[in-house]
Protein backbone atom coordinates (compact mmCIF):
# COMPACT_ATOMS: atom_id res chain seq x y z
CA UNK A 1 0.00 0.00 0.00
CA UNK A 2 1.63 3.53 -1.10
CA UNK A 3 1.86 6.06 1.60
CA UNK A 4 1.00 8.85 -0.62
CA UNK A 5 -2.19 8.09 -2.88
CA UNK A 6 -2.35 9.97 -6.62
CA UNK A 7 -3.77 12.79 -7.03
CA UNK A 8 -7.25 11.96 -8.21
CA UNK A 9 -8.00 13.92 -12.26
CA UNK A 10 -10.19 16.10 -11.05
CA UNK A 11 -7.32 16.98 -8.23
CA UNK A 12 -4.66 17.86 -11.56
CA UNK A 13 -6.92 19.77 -13.31
CA UNK A 14 -7.10 21.98 -10.72
CA UNK A 15 -3.58 22.47 -9.44
CA UNK A 16 -2.39 22.43 -13.14
CA UNK A 17 -4.87 25.88 -13.04
CA UNK A 18 -3.87 27.25 -9.92
CA UNK A 19 -0.23 27.03 -10.97
CA UNK A 20 -0.60 28.77 -14.13
CA UNK A 21 -2.62 31.63 -12.48
CA UNK A 22 -0.24 32.09 -10.40
CA UNK A 23 3.10 31.60 -12.46
CA UNK A 24 0.80 34.17 -14.59
CA UNK A 25 0.21 36.70 -12.64
CA UNK A 26 2.31 36.75 -9.68
CA UNK A 27 -0.04 36.24 -6.99
CA UNK A 28 0.28 33.84 -3.85
CA UNK A 29 -1.53 30.17 -4.57
CA UNK A 30 -2.95 30.53 -1.14
CA UNK A 31 -4.96 33.93 -2.58
CA UNK A 32 -6.68 31.79 -4.91
CA UNK A 33 -7.82 28.86 -2.61
CA UNK A 34 -10.50 27.04 -4.69
CA UNK A 35 -12.84 27.34 -1.31
CA UNK A 36 -12.31 31.06 -1.35
CA UNK A 37 -15.61 32.56 -2.24
CA UNK A 38 -13.89 35.50 -2.92
CA UNK A 39 -10.94 34.61 -4.87
CA UNK A 40 -12.78 31.85 -6.64
CA UNK A 41 -12.68 32.93 -10.31
CA UNK A 42 -15.27 31.29 -13.10
CA UNK A 43 -13.13 28.53 -14.82
CA UNK A 44 -12.53 27.23 -10.66
CA UNK A 45 -16.15 28.00 -10.48
CA UNK A 46 -16.86 25.42 -13.26
CA UNK A 47 -14.22 22.83 -11.90
CA UNK A 48 -16.47 22.93 -8.68
CA UNK A 49 -19.58 21.94 -10.85
CA UNK A 50 -17.65 18.86 -12.48
CA UNK A 51 -16.58 20.57 -15.40
CA UNK A 52 -13.30 21.53 -16.56
CA UNK A 53 -12.29 25.04 -17.26
CA UNK A 54 -12.74 26.66 -20.82
CA UNK A 55 -9.17 26.83 -22.55
CA UNK A 56 -8.39 29.99 -24.39
CA UNK A 57 -9.59 30.17 -27.99
CA UNK A 58 -11.66 26.92 -27.57
CA UNK A 59 -16.16 27.32 -28.72
CA UNK A 60 -18.17 26.74 -26.03
CA UNK A 61 -19.90 23.74 -28.49
CA UNK A 62 -16.53 21.92 -27.91
CA UNK A 63 -16.23 22.23 -23.93
CA UNK A 64 -15.63 18.64 -22.55
CA UNK A 65 -19.21 17.75 -20.13
CA UNK A 66 -19.50 16.00 -17.45
CA UNK A 67 -21.69 12.67 -17.12
CA UNK A 68 -24.32 14.81 -16.05
CA UNK A 69 -23.89 17.79 -18.25
CA UNK A 70 -24.00 15.47 -21.28
CA UNK A 71 -27.15 14.51 -20.22
CA UNK A 72 -28.68 17.79 -19.19
CA UNK A 73 -26.30 20.25 -21.51
CA UNK A 74 -28.70 23.19 -20.77
CA UNK A 75 -29.74 22.47 -17.44
CA UNK A 76 -26.38 22.70 -16.36
CA UNK A 77 -24.99 25.30 -17.92
CA UNK A 78 -28.36 27.20 -16.03
CA UNK A 79 -27.12 26.09 -13.01
CA UNK A 80 -24.12 27.44 -13.47
CA UNK A 81 -25.13 30.37 -14.41
CA UNK A 82 -27.23 30.55 -11.61
CA UNK A 83 -24.47 29.58 -9.45
CA UNK A 84 -21.91 31.96 -9.99
CA UNK A 85 -24.34 34.75 -9.98
CA UNK A 86 -25.42 33.62 -6.65
CA UNK A 87 -22.16 34.14 -5.38
CA UNK A 88 -21.76 37.65 -6.50
CA UNK A 89 -19.14 39.87 -8.43
CA UNK A 90 -15.61 38.98 -6.99
CA UNK A 91 -13.66 40.81 -5.21
CA UNK A 92 -17.27 41.82 -3.83
CA UNK A 93 -18.55 45.32 -3.58
CA UNK A 94 -17.84 47.50 -0.53
CA UNK A 95 -20.73 49.84 0.62
CA UNK A 96 -20.22 53.07 1.94
CA UNK A 97 -23.04 55.98 1.90
CA UNK A 98 -21.61 59.24 1.08
CA UNK A 99 -23.43 62.19 3.35
CA UNK A 100 -25.88 63.52 1.37
CA UNK A 101 -25.37 66.69 2.59
CA UNK A 102 -21.59 67.07 2.24
CA UNK A 103 -21.66 66.59 -1.59
CA UNK A 104 -21.47 68.46 -4.75
CA UNK A 105 -24.41 69.36 -7.12
CA UNK A 106 -24.80 70.89 -10.30
CA UNK A 107 -28.34 72.16 -11.54
CA UNK A 108 -28.46 74.09 -14.34
CA UNK A 109 -25.23 74.47 -15.35
CA UNK A 110 -24.50 76.08 -11.91
CA UNK A 111 -22.34 73.98 -9.52
CA UNK A 112 -22.97 74.23 -5.69
CA UNK A 113 -21.53 72.41 -2.65
CA UNK A 114 -23.23 71.81 0.75
CA UNK A 115 -20.84 71.13 3.81
CA UNK A 116 -23.79 71.19 6.15
CA UNK A 117 -23.08 67.70 8.21
CA UNK A 118 -19.12 68.74 8.59
CA UNK A 119 -19.86 72.19 9.80
CA UNK A 120 -22.74 70.80 12.55
CA UNK A 121 -20.38 67.86 13.38
CA UNK A 122 -17.71 70.76 14.19
CA UNK A 123 -20.25 73.02 16.17
CA UNK A 124 -21.34 70.54 18.70
CA UNK A 125 -17.53 68.50 19.03
CA UNK A 126 -17.58 69.20 22.61
CA UNK A 127 -21.00 67.97 23.39
CA UNK A 128 -20.62 65.25 21.34
CA UNK A 129 -19.56 61.51 22.56
CA UNK A 130 -19.36 63.22 25.90
CA UNK A 131 -19.81 60.56 29.06
CA UNK A 132 -20.68 62.79 32.16
CA UNK A 133 -22.86 64.93 30.32
CA UNK A 134 -24.72 61.86 28.57
CA UNK A 135 -24.89 60.37 32.30
CA UNK A 136 -25.81 63.80 33.90
CA UNK A 137 -28.78 64.34 30.96
CA UNK A 138 -29.94 60.56 31.29
CA UNK A 139 -30.61 60.91 34.84
CA UNK A 140 -32.31 64.19 34.55
CA UNK A 141 -34.65 62.47 31.80
CA UNK A 142 -35.40 59.59 34.10
CA UNK A 143 -36.84 61.60 36.63
CA UNK A 144 -38.46 64.36 34.30
CA UNK A 145 -40.21 61.03 32.83
CA UNK A 146 -41.11 59.41 36.20
CA UNK A 147 -42.94 62.55 37.17
CA UNK A 148 -44.72 62.40 33.32
CA UNK A 149 -46.09 58.69 34.25
CA UNK A 150 -47.14 59.83 38.20
CA UNK A 151 -49.12 62.67 36.71
CA UNK A 152 -50.77 60.38 33.87
CA UNK A 153 -51.40 57.10 36.60
CA UNK A 154 -50.93 58.19 39.75
CA UNK A 155 -52.61 61.04 41.24
CA UNK A 156 -56.17 58.90 40.12
CA UNK A 157 -57.52 56.24 42.32
CA UNK A 158 -56.30 53.03 40.77
CA UNK A 159 -60.62 51.95 40.65
CA UNK A 160 -61.57 54.67 38.96
CA UNK A 161 -59.65 53.45 35.32
CA UNK A 162 -61.56 51.57 32.92
CA UNK A 163 -60.71 50.45 29.42
CA UNK A 164 -62.14 51.02 26.35
CA UNK A 165 -63.92 47.56 26.44
CA UNK A 166 -65.30 48.11 29.67
CA UNK A 167 -68.95 47.69 30.18
CA UNK A 168 -71.57 46.56 33.44
CA UNK A 169 -72.70 43.41 30.97
CA UNK A 170 -70.10 40.75 30.24
CA UNK A 171 -69.69 39.54 26.93
CA UNK A 172 -70.93 35.35 26.14
CA UNK A 173 -73.07 34.01 29.35
CA UNK A 174 -70.32 35.01 31.71
CA UNK A 175 -73.23 37.25 33.61
CA UNK A 176 -75.34 33.77 34.27
CA UNK A 177 -78.88 33.20 34.31
CA UNK A 178 -81.16 36.54 34.68
CA UNK A 179 -77.55 38.32 35.12
CA UNK A 180 -77.33 37.45 38.18
CA UNK A 181 -73.44 37.43 38.19
CA UNK A 182 -73.70 41.22 36.49
CA UNK A 183 -75.98 42.81 39.58
CA UNK A 184 -76.42 45.09 41.03
CA UNK A 185 -78.58 46.62 38.18
CA UNK A 186 -78.91 50.10 39.77
CA UNK A 187 -76.80 52.58 41.92
CA UNK A 188 -77.08 54.38 44.16
CA UNK A 189 -75.40 57.24 42.96
CA UNK A 190 -72.80 58.41 40.37
CA UNK A 191 -69.80 56.51 39.40
CA UNK A 192 -66.90 58.35 38.15
CA UNK A 193 -64.61 56.78 36.07
CA UNK A 194 -61.66 58.03 33.16
CA UNK A 195 -61.10 56.84 29.66
CA UNK A 196 -57.88 56.70 28.05
CA UNK A 197 -57.28 58.31 25.16
CA UNK A 198 -57.79 56.53 21.03
CA UNK A 199 -60.51 54.20 22.46
CA UNK A 200 -62.22 54.42 19.48
CA UNK A 201 -59.61 52.00 17.64
CA UNK A 202 -60.99 49.56 19.52
CA UNK A 203 -63.44 47.54 17.28
CA UNK A 204 -65.28 44.32 17.85
CA UNK A 205 -63.37 41.66 16.23
CA UNK A 206 -65.83 38.64 15.97
CA UNK A 207 -69.94 39.33 15.67
CA UNK A 208 -72.06 40.27 18.16
CA UNK A 209 -75.71 39.90 17.95
CA UNK A 210 -78.09 42.46 19.63
CA UNK A 211 -81.82 41.81 19.02
CA UNK A 212 -81.64 41.16 15.31
CA UNK A 213 -78.66 42.43 13.89
CA UNK A 214 -74.99 41.36 14.29
CA UNK A 215 -72.39 44.26 14.87
CA UNK A 216 -68.79 44.11 14.02
CA UNK A 217 -65.43 46.14 13.28
CA UNK A 218 -66.65 48.85 15.04
CA UNK A 219 -67.35 49.96 18.50
CA UNK A 220 -70.25 48.07 20.48
CA UNK A 221 -72.53 50.99 21.57
CA UNK A 222 -76.25 50.26 22.13
CA UNK A 223 -78.71 52.81 22.46
CA UNK A 224 -78.05 56.71 23.81
CA UNK A 225 -80.12 58.32 21.01
CA UNK A 226 -83.43 59.20 23.74
CA UNK A 227 -83.90 62.76 25.55
CA UNK A 228 -82.00 60.99 28.48
CA UNK A 229 -79.09 59.42 26.60
CA UNK A 230 -79.65 56.12 27.82
CA UNK A 231 -77.40 52.96 26.91
CA UNK A 232 -77.68 49.33 26.80
CA UNK A 233 -75.90 47.56 30.08
CA UNK A 234 -73.22 45.79 27.11
CA UNK A 235 -72.60 49.32 25.34
CA UNK A 236 -68.89 50.31 25.95
CA UNK A 237 -68.53 52.99 28.14
CA UNK A 238 -65.90 55.02 27.04
CA UNK A 239 -67.26 54.67 23.57
CA UNK A 240 -70.42 55.83 24.63
CA UNK A 241 -68.46 58.79 26.85
CA UNK A 242 -66.72 60.04 23.71
CA UNK A 243 -70.49 60.02 21.64
CA UNK A 244 -71.92 61.72 24.37
CA UNK A 245 -69.02 64.88 23.74
CA UNK A 246 -67.68 64.23 27.47
CA UNK A 247 -65.29 62.57 26.83
CA UNK A 248 -62.07 63.20 24.30
CA UNK A 249 -60.63 60.53 21.50
CA UNK A 250 -57.77 62.08 21.20
CA UNK A 251 -56.71 62.91 24.95
CA UNK A 252 -59.25 60.45 27.18
CA UNK A 253 -61.06 62.17 29.77
CA UNK A 254 -63.31 61.55 33.00
CA UNK A 255 -67.06 61.40 33.37
CA UNK A 256 -69.48 59.79 35.81
CA UNK A 257 -72.10 57.23 35.45
CA UNK A 258 -75.34 56.25 37.29
CA UNK A 259 -76.82 52.33 36.46
CA UNK A 260 -80.80 53.19 36.21
CA UNK A 261 -81.85 49.52 35.77
CA UNK A 262 -84.22 48.02 33.14
CA UNK A 263 -85.00 50.35 29.99
CA UNK A 264 -87.03 49.44 27.33
CA UNK A 265 -86.67 50.57 23.10
CA UNK A 266 -83.03 51.72 23.32
CA UNK A 267 -82.52 54.63 20.27
CA UNK A 268 -79.26 54.74 18.13
CA UNK A 269 -77.88 57.64 16.87
CA UNK A 270 -74.48 59.08 14.74
CA UNK A 271 -72.50 61.49 17.24
CA UNK A 272 -68.51 62.71 17.57
CA UNK A 273 -67.84 59.92 14.92
CA UNK A 274 -69.41 57.32 16.94
CA UNK A 275 -72.54 55.05 15.59
CA UNK A 276 -74.64 53.46 17.83
CA UNK A 277 -77.56 51.24 17.53
CA UNK A 278 -80.94 50.46 18.04
CA UNK A 279 -82.59 47.69 20.63
CA UNK A 280 -86.31 48.26 20.13
CA UNK A 281 -86.85 45.53 23.59
CA UNK A 282 -85.94 45.52 27.12
CA UNK A 283 -82.94 45.27 28.68
CA UNK A 284 -82.53 44.86 32.64
CA UNK A 285 -79.45 46.90 32.90
CA UNK A 286 -78.98 50.55 31.44
CA UNK A 287 -76.61 53.41 32.72
CA UNK A 288 -76.75 57.13 31.88
CA UNK A 289 -73.55 59.16 31.63
CA UNK A 290 -72.56 62.99 33.29
CA UNK A 291 -69.71 65.25 32.78
CA UNK A 292 -70.11 66.18 36.54
CA UNK A 293 -67.41 64.05 38.37
CA UNK A 294 -64.58 64.66 41.21
CA UNK A 295 -61.60 63.72 39.19
CA UNK A 296 -58.31 65.10 38.65
CA UNK A 297 -55.60 64.97 35.67
CA UNK A 298 -58.38 63.42 33.45
CA UNK A 299 -56.38 64.07 30.40
CA UNK A 300 -54.15 61.18 28.84
CA UNK A 301 -50.39 62.54 28.86
CA UNK A 302 -49.46 60.37 26.10
CA UNK A 303 -49.06 62.97 23.09
CA UNK A 304 -46.94 65.38 25.25
CA UNK A 305 -45.01 62.12 26.26
CA UNK A 306 -44.61 61.70 22.50
CA UNK A 307 -43.15 64.55 22.23
CA UNK A 308 -40.64 64.42 25.32
CA UNK A 309 -39.43 61.62 23.85
CA UNK A 310 -39.08 62.50 20.07
CA UNK A 311 -37.27 65.64 21.43
CA UNK A 312 -34.88 63.57 23.48
CA UNK A 313 -34.00 61.40 20.41
CA UNK A 314 -33.92 63.82 17.76
CA UNK A 315 -31.19 65.67 20.70
CA UNK A 316 -29.12 62.45 21.10
CA UNK A 317 -28.75 61.78 17.33
CA UNK A 318 -27.93 65.33 16.37
CA UNK A 319 -25.93 66.93 19.70
CA UNK A 320 -25.26 64.01 22.41
CA UNK A 321 -24.06 61.53 19.57
CA UNK A 322 -22.84 58.76 21.73
CA UNK A 323 -21.30 55.85 20.18
CA UNK A 324 -23.71 53.60 17.93
CA UNK A 325 -23.75 50.58 20.42
CA UNK A 326 -25.16 53.45 23.53
CA UNK A 327 -27.72 55.16 21.02
CA UNK A 328 -29.36 51.79 20.25
CA UNK A 329 -29.72 50.70 23.85
CA UNK A 330 -31.23 54.37 24.12
CA UNK A 331 -33.65 53.56 21.40
CA UNK A 332 -34.53 49.62 22.83
CA UNK A 333 -35.23 51.87 26.66
CA UNK A 334 -36.97 54.37 25.53
CA UNK A 335 -39.00 52.86 23.05
CA UNK A 336 -40.16 50.21 25.15
CA UNK A 337 -40.94 52.11 28.27
CA UNK A 338 -43.18 54.53 25.84
CA UNK A 339 -45.20 52.11 24.90
CA UNK A 340 -45.64 50.41 28.36
CA UNK A 341 -46.51 53.79 30.10
CA UNK A 342 -47.96 55.58 27.51
CA UNK A 343 -48.83 54.72 23.87
CA UNK A 344 -50.53 50.89 24.16
CA UNK A 345 -50.24 49.90 27.97
CA UNK A 346 -51.21 46.39 28.56
CA UNK A 347 -53.86 47.70 30.81
CA UNK A 348 -54.94 51.19 33.10
CA UNK A 349 -53.07 51.76 34.93
CA UNK A 350 -50.37 50.25 33.22
CA UNK A 351 -48.79 46.46 35.49
CA UNK A 352 -45.21 47.61 36.39
CA UNK A 353 -44.01 44.02 37.33
CA UNK A 354 -45.16 42.41 33.80
CA UNK A 355 -43.89 45.07 32.01
CA UNK A 356 -40.14 44.02 34.01
CA UNK A 357 -40.97 40.58 33.80
CA UNK A 358 -40.71 40.79 29.45
CA UNK A 359 -38.11 43.43 29.36
CA UNK A 360 -35.07 41.46 29.90
CA UNK A 361 -35.34 38.81 27.88
CA UNK A 362 -36.48 41.88 25.68
CA UNK A 363 -32.92 43.25 26.10
CA UNK A 364 -31.49 39.87 24.58
CA UNK A 365 -34.09 40.27 21.43
CA UNK A 366 -32.73 43.72 20.89
CA UNK A 367 -28.68 42.72 21.76
CA UNK A 368 -29.18 40.26 18.56
CA UNK A 369 -30.58 43.22 16.87
CA UNK A 370 -27.26 45.18 17.22
CA UNK A 371 -25.14 41.77 16.80
CA UNK A 372 -26.94 41.12 13.26
CA UNK A 373 -27.56 44.53 12.04
CA UNK A 374 -27.24 47.85 13.21
CA UNK A 375 -23.79 47.18 14.18
CA UNK A 376 -23.14 46.80 10.19
CA UNK A 377 -25.12 50.11 9.64
CA UNK A 378 -25.53 52.67 11.96
CA UNK A 379 -21.51 53.29 12.45
CA UNK A 380 -21.75 53.88 8.49
CA UNK A 381 -23.84 57.33 9.01
CA UNK A 382 -21.34 58.85 12.19
CA UNK A 383 -20.34 61.34 9.79
CA UNK A 384 -23.66 62.20 8.79
CA UNK A 385 -25.60 62.81 11.89
CA UNK A 386 -28.67 64.84 10.35
CA UNK A 387 -29.27 62.07 7.73
CA UNK A 388 -28.74 59.75 10.08
CA UNK A 389 -31.51 61.21 12.02
CA UNK A 390 -34.10 60.94 9.91
CA UNK A 391 -33.27 57.79 8.36
CA UNK A 392 -33.31 56.17 11.71
CA UNK A 393 -36.09 58.32 13.49
CA UNK A 394 -39.12 59.14 11.40
CA UNK A 395 -39.72 55.08 10.86
CA UNK A 396 -38.59 53.81 14.53
CA UNK A 397 -41.41 55.86 16.00
CA UNK A 398 -43.97 54.43 13.02
CA UNK A 399 -42.88 51.25 14.54
CA UNK A 400 -43.46 52.39 18.18
CA UNK A 401 -46.97 53.34 17.21
CA UNK A 402 -47.22 50.09 15.38
CA UNK A 403 -51.14 49.64 17.01
CA UNK A 404 -52.26 52.80 15.43
CA UNK A 405 -50.24 53.73 12.43
CA UNK A 406 -51.23 49.97 10.84
CA UNK A 407 -54.09 50.56 12.61
CA UNK A 408 -56.18 51.68 8.92
CA UNK A 409 -54.91 48.74 7.63
CA UNK A 410 -58.18 45.94 7.49
CA UNK A 411 -55.98 43.29 8.88
CA UNK A 412 -56.19 41.83 12.34
CA UNK A 413 -54.34 38.96 12.39
CA UNK A 414 -52.58 36.88 9.55
CA UNK A 415 -54.13 33.86 9.99
CA UNK A 416 -56.60 32.45 7.21
CA UNK A 417 -59.81 32.79 8.90
CA UNK A 418 -59.34 36.47 10.01
CA UNK A 419 -58.49 37.26 6.54
CA UNK A 420 -61.38 35.35 5.06
CA UNK A 421 -63.90 36.96 6.66
CA UNK A 422 -62.56 40.49 7.10
CA UNK A 423 -63.39 43.16 4.37
CA UNK A 424 -60.48 44.27 2.38
CA UNK A 425 -58.17 42.14 4.17
CA UNK A 426 -57.58 39.79 0.97
CA UNK A 427 -56.56 43.09 -1.36
CA UNK A 428 -54.87 45.08 1.60
CA UNK A 429 -52.30 41.40 2.34
CA UNK A 430 -51.75 41.21 -1.34
CA UNK A 431 -50.51 44.88 -1.32
CA UNK A 432 -48.55 44.52 1.46
CA UNK A 433 -46.98 41.38 0.22
CA UNK A 434 -46.07 42.73 -3.19
CA UNK A 435 -44.54 45.74 -1.37
CA UNK A 436 -42.62 43.46 0.59
CA UNK A 437 -41.59 41.49 -2.14
CA UNK A 438 -39.90 44.45 -3.70
CA UNK A 439 -38.53 45.54 -0.44
CA UNK A 440 -36.87 41.72 -0.46
CA UNK A 441 -35.65 41.82 -4.51
CA UNK A 442 -33.37 45.00 -3.64
CA UNK A 443 -32.15 43.82 -0.25
CA UNK A 444 -31.31 40.08 -1.95
CA UNK A 445 -29.43 42.92 -4.60
CA UNK A 446 -27.59 44.75 -2.16
CA UNK A 447 -26.78 40.90 -0.43
CA UNK A 448 -25.67 39.30 -3.76
CA UNK A 449 -23.22 42.60 -4.45
CA UNK A 450 -21.02 42.46 -0.90
CA UNK A 451 -21.11 38.26 -1.82
CA UNK A 452 -23.36 37.35 1.21
CA UNK A 453 -26.08 35.99 -0.78
CA UNK A 454 -24.96 32.04 -0.68
CA UNK A 455 -25.32 32.56 3.39
CA UNK A 456 -28.25 33.89 3.51
CA UNK A 457 -29.90 31.83 1.28
CA UNK A 458 -28.88 29.19 3.47
CA UNK A 459 -30.29 30.83 6.45
CA UNK A 460 -33.29 31.70 5.45
CA UNK A 461 -34.23 28.59 3.20
CA UNK A 462 -33.27 26.38 6.53
CA UNK A 463 -35.85 29.12 9.07
CA UNK A 464 -38.89 28.45 5.67
CA UNK A 465 -38.18 24.35 6.69
CA UNK A 466 -38.62 24.98 10.35
CA UNK A 467 -41.82 27.18 9.62
CA UNK A 468 -43.24 25.03 6.99
CA UNK A 469 -42.91 22.09 9.44
CA UNK A 470 -44.22 24.16 12.56
CA UNK A 471 -47.28 25.05 10.01
CA UNK A 472 -47.99 21.13 9.60
CA UNK A 473 -48.27 20.13 13.47
CA UNK A 474 -51.82 18.99 14.31
CA UNK A 475 -54.34 20.92 16.54
CA UNK A 476 -51.93 24.03 16.19
CA UNK A 477 -52.27 27.07 13.88
CA UNK A 478 -48.56 28.88 13.20
CA UNK A 479 -49.23 32.63 14.46
CA UNK A 480 -46.85 35.03 13.32
CA UNK A 481 -47.15 37.67 15.65
CA UNK A 482 -45.63 41.32 14.47
CA UNK A 483 -43.06 40.82 16.97
CA UNK A 484 -42.04 37.69 15.09
CA UNK A 485 -42.06 39.00 12.45
CA UNK A 486 -39.13 41.73 12.82
CA UNK A 487 -36.63 38.95 14.37
CA UNK A 488 -37.01 37.04 11.40
CA UNK A 489 -36.03 39.75 9.08
CA UNK A 490 -33.95 42.68 10.42
CA UNK A 491 -30.69 40.08 9.87
CA UNK A 492 -31.14 41.03 5.77
CA UNK A 493 -30.89 44.64 6.88
CA UNK A 494 -27.28 43.86 8.17
CA UNK A 495 -25.73 46.25 5.20
CA UNK A 496 -25.05 50.20 5.30
CA UNK A 497 -27.33 51.87 2.73
CA UNK A 498 -29.71 54.11 4.18
CA UNK A 499 -33.10 51.80 3.16
CA UNK A 500 -31.65 49.10 5.33
CA UNK A 501 -31.53 51.88 8.71
CA UNK A 502 -35.28 52.78 7.40
CA UNK A 503 -35.70 48.94 7.30
CA UNK A 504 -34.23 48.21 10.25
CA UNK A 505 -35.27 51.46 12.48
CA UNK A 506 -38.98 50.24 11.74
CA UNK A 507 -38.45 46.57 12.45
CA UNK A 508 -37.22 47.70 15.97
CA UNK A 509 -40.08 49.80 16.59
CA UNK A 510 -42.28 47.05 15.49
CA UNK A 511 -40.83 44.62 17.80
CA UNK A 512 -41.00 46.52 20.86
CA UNK A 513 -44.34 47.55 20.36
CA UNK A 514 -45.31 43.74 20.27
CA UNK A 515 -43.05 42.52 23.26
CA UNK A 516 -44.28 45.46 25.39
CA UNK A 517 -47.80 44.99 24.66
CA UNK A 518 -48.23 41.35 24.65
CA UNK A 519 -45.13 39.39 25.52
CA UNK A 520 -43.47 36.53 23.83
CA UNK A 521 -46.89 35.15 22.67
CA UNK A 522 -46.61 31.73 21.26
CA UNK A 523 -45.73 31.08 17.44
CA UNK A 524 -48.19 28.15 17.66
CA UNK A 525 -51.74 28.55 19.46
CA UNK A 526 -54.87 26.44 19.73
CA UNK A 527 -58.14 26.89 17.97
CA UNK A 528 -59.68 27.95 21.22
CA UNK A 529 -56.59 30.67 22.04
CA UNK A 530 -57.85 32.05 18.37
CA UNK A 531 -61.28 32.28 18.46
CA UNK A 532 -61.48 34.65 21.79
CA UNK A 533 -65.17 35.45 21.45
CA UNK A 534 -66.53 33.87 18.29
CA UNK A 535 -69.06 31.61 18.51
CA UNK A 536 -68.36 28.00 18.26
CA UNK A 537 -69.12 26.81 14.66
CA UNK A 538 -71.30 24.00 16.49
CA UNK A 539 -74.45 22.99 15.36
CA UNK A 540 -77.40 24.89 16.24
CA UNK A 541 -80.57 23.77 18.03
CA UNK A 542 -84.01 24.15 16.29
CA UNK A 543 -86.64 25.83 17.01
CA UNK A 544 -90.49 23.61 17.12
CA UNK A 545 -91.75 27.01 17.72
CA UNK A 546 -91.49 28.75 14.32
CA UNK A 547 -93.47 30.34 11.38
CA UNK A 548 -95.46 27.05 10.98
CA UNK A 549 -96.32 26.90 14.84
CA UNK A 550 -96.16 30.63 15.71
CA UNK A 551 -96.15 30.96 19.69
CA UNK A 552 -100.17 31.60 20.35
CA UNK A 553 -99.19 34.20 23.30
CA UNK A 554 -96.42 36.00 24.91
CA UNK A 555 -97.47 33.44 28.13
CA UNK A 556 -97.14 30.55 26.03
CA UNK A 557 -94.27 27.74 25.74
CA UNK A 558 -91.41 27.38 23.53
CA UNK A 559 -90.17 24.01 22.43
CA UNK A 560 -87.32 23.19 20.40
CA UNK A 561 -85.56 19.62 19.13
CA UNK A 562 -83.36 16.78 21.26
CA UNK A 563 -79.93 16.31 20.96
CA UNK A 564 -80.78 12.79 19.33
CA UNK A 565 -83.39 14.26 16.64
CA UNK A 566 -80.75 17.08 15.42
CA UNK A 567 -77.81 14.05 15.35
CA UNK A 568 -75.40 15.92 17.06
CA UNK A 569 -74.58 13.14 19.78
CA UNK A 570 -71.33 12.93 18.95
CA UNK A 571 -70.45 16.60 19.72
CA UNK A 572 -70.78 16.23 23.20
CA UNK A 573 -73.61 18.26 23.65
CA UNK A 574 -76.08 17.54 26.75
CA UNK A 575 -78.00 20.55 27.02
CA UNK A 576 -79.44 23.74 25.78
CA UNK A 577 -79.11 27.43 26.62
CA UNK A 578 -81.76 30.21 25.73
CA UNK A 579 -81.30 33.50 25.18
CA UNK A 580 -84.20 36.18 25.81
CA UNK A 581 -83.75 39.69 24.31
CA UNK A 582 -80.14 38.75 25.08
CA UNK A 583 -80.12 37.69 28.28
CA UNK A 584 -79.83 34.37 29.16
CA UNK A 585 -83.10 32.59 30.63
CA UNK A 586 -82.68 29.51 30.81
CA UNK A 587 -79.85 26.54 30.83
CA UNK A 588 -80.62 22.82 30.88
CA UNK A 589 -81.63 19.71 29.10
CA UNK A 590 -85.44 20.33 28.76
CA UNK A 591 -87.27 20.58 25.52
CA UNK A 592 -89.22 23.81 26.41
CA UNK A 593 -89.86 27.14 28.50
CA UNK A 594 -92.86 29.00 29.63
CA UNK A 595 -92.37 32.67 28.72
CA UNK A 596 -95.16 33.37 31.47
CA UNK A 597 -92.53 33.03 34.17
CA UNK A 598 -90.88 36.32 32.30
CA UNK A 599 -93.47 38.82 32.40
CA UNK A 600 -92.69 39.91 29.06
CA UNK A 601 -94.36 42.96 27.83
CA UNK A 602 -96.40 42.24 24.33
CA UNK A 603 -95.92 45.91 23.30
CA UNK A 604 -92.89 45.65 21.81
CA UNK A 605 -90.49 42.94 19.96
CA UNK A 606 -88.46 39.92 21.73
CA UNK A 607 -85.88 38.16 20.60
CA UNK A 608 -85.03 34.50 21.30
CA UNK A 609 -82.09 32.53 20.46
CA UNK A 610 -80.91 29.04 21.38
CA UNK A 611 -77.44 27.01 21.36
Not at 48 to 58: F, H, I, R
Not at 62 to 69: F, N, Y
Not at 353 to 367: C, K, M, N, Q, W
Not at 426 to 432: D, E, G, H, L, Q
Request: proline letters at 7%; aromatic letters at 12%; one cysteine or more.
Amino acid sequence: MSANPQPSIESQVLNRDLSNSTASSGVEASELDPLSRRSRTADQNEICLGMPPLEPNVDDGSRKWSPLGRRFPRLSRWTRKAIIWIRGPSPPEVLQPTPLLNRSYKFKGIAFSTSMESRWIRWTRRLSNNLPLLVILGIAYIISLAFLVRANWYLVPSNAFVGCTATFWSAKDECGLDGSQCQPFTSDGPMDFRCPAHCLSTKLLNIRTVGDEQVIYQPLVVGGGDANQTYRGDTWLCAAAIQSGIVSNSNGGCASVSLVGSFTSFLGRDDHHVSSISFPSTFPLSYRLSSSNSLSHCTDLRSYALVLNALVTAFLFLVLRPKPLVLFWCLVCIGYWHITFFSDPRSEPPPISDAFGTFLPALFVAYAFWLHAFKHTMPAFDQAPWERMFLYLLPYWIGVYFNETFDKLPVDRLIPTDIAKQPGAIPAVIVVGLLVLAIAINQIRVIRKVGWLPRYLMYYITGGLVIMVLALLPTLTLRLHHYIIPIVLVAATAFPTRLSAIYQALLLGMCLNGLSRWGFDSILQTADELRRDAPLGSSLPEFLTNSSNPLSSITSNLTWQSIEAMNTTNEGWNGFSLLVDDVERYAGNALNFTLAQLNLSSSVPHFFRLA
